[in-house]
């Protein structure tokens, strides 16, 4: 659904170019992700937009499982890109990343 709204205002590709962790115990840790965005403006120009996502993570089994995370006011932030006009709500309905 994430990937359909995201796709549905320009935006054509997502990385991480920083990523940051630190352990807090033995099953514990924040993740601190600077993702890359690439847009295109209506222009027909293509833009880039670096943010900020920190993630909680905790390890069951040996594999990392995201359980909480803290983002921007990304609707904010696309409002101010032109991404998404103002008077209506960016609706991504789901991040990316499970939650259990």
Not at 60 to 70: L, R, S
Request: glycine fraction near 6%; include cysteine.
């Amino acid at each position: 659904m994430a990937y359909e709204f995201y796709k549905s205002i320009g935006i054509t590709r997502m990385e991480i170019v920083d990523l940051q962790i630190t352990g807090l115990n033995q099953f514990h840790s924040i993740c601190s992700a600077t993702w890359r965005t690439w847009y295109i403006q209506k222009n027909g120009k293509e833009k880039t937009l670096d943010f900020e996502i920190v993630y909680l993570v905790r390890f069951e089994a040996g594999q990392p499982k995201i359980f909480a995370y803290i983002t921007p006011n990304e609707e904010a932030i696309l409002k101010e890109k032109g991404l998404v006009p103002n008077g209506e709500t960016a609706k991504p309905t789901q991040a990316s990343a499970s939650r259990n």
